[in-house]
């Protein structure tokens, strides 16, 4: 019986212990702060602070978003390669594939960190080419403002890979390529060279012989001025010669292409 009454004894005993502890614990947080004071204990300066900032960084990304969209980067093709795939938000109603624009984003940032370590003004490490006419124009502006070499009329077969050649360029360390269709042979070449290659990457393309591929319309004449805009100026914000995208000296504008498109000259 003395071993029951002891189990018994010993819930009541806790239970005390509990309620003394809370006890103190009420006294101990128990203060006369008025309401006005408990006010001034709130930072209200730095929490609209942070709303201001979070809604700039939404503003921004919306901005972002809005400027793909009207420059039709997402738009590909109706043809889809396997390699691909992995970029493909979704299939239009006209067949057409639409590009992740979120992978476009991360892939441009992720090639002008790559770039940036590559990029001396006045060199030729970073071999930029465009065979296309609409990528012409994007091609010259971004190594004019880089300072890297480009190549917007024919490649000259063994540029890379033939020393023997007037047209040899020996400091080759990058390619930067819009189309890997349209510009195969560099593509090529790169790849016997062993110089590893960036390109535009579209729904029909392969990544055959491309180290990087930044998923884009690489077709579109708005689109590519505005990949290599955007990469133009990522590449000097990592290279820390412009503290903010404003700095950026150039606009949109300056690497769209300036050629009318044909139906578009008939109907003038």
């Not at 006890?23 to 008025?34: A, M, R």
């Not at 819009?178 to 593509?187: E, F, G, T, Y």
């Amino acid at each position: 019986m003395a071993k029951k009454k002891k189990k018994t004894d010993a819930p009541k005993k806790t239970e005390e212990k509990e309620k003394k502890e809370i006890f103190n614990f009420e006294e101990d947080f128990e203060d006369d702060l008025d309401l006005v004071e408990e006010l001034d204990l709130l930072d209200t300066e730095s929490i609209e602070e942070e709303a201001e900032a979070v809604k700039k960084i939404i503003d921004k990304d919306e901005e972002q978003k809005q400027l793909y969209l009207s420059c039709g980067i997402h738009i590909g093709t109706k043809l889809l390669s396997g390699d691909a795939r992995r970029f493909i938000y979704r299939q239009t109603n006209y067949g057409l594939y639409v590009i992740d624009l979120t992978k476009t984003d991360s892939r441009l940032k992720i090639a002008a960190k790559f770039l940036s370590k590559y990029i001396e003004e006045g060199s030729d490490r970073v071999i930029v080419s465009s065979v296309r006419r609409y990528g012409k124009e994007p091609v010259r502006k971004f190594c004019e403002a880089l300072g890297c070499k480009a190549i917007v009329n024919r490649f000259i077969p063994g540029s890379l890979t033939n020393p023997q050649i007037d047209d040899y360029i020996k400091d080759a360390s990058v390619v930067v390529i819009v189309d890997p269709h349209a510009d195969k042979v560099i593509l090529r070449e790169a790849k016997l060279a062993r110089i590893p290659v960036v390109a535009l990457f579209d729904t029909d393309d392969v990544l055959n012989g491309i180290d990087l591929a930044v998923p884009a319309n690489n077709r579109g004449k708005k689109a590519l001025g505005l990949a290599f805009w955007l990469l133009a100026r990522q590449i000097l914000l990592e290279l820390g010669k412009i503290s903010g995208e404003d700095e950026f000296s150039y606009t949109l504008e300056d690497f769209t292409s300036k050629i009318v498109p044909v139906y578009r000259q008939e109907k003038s």
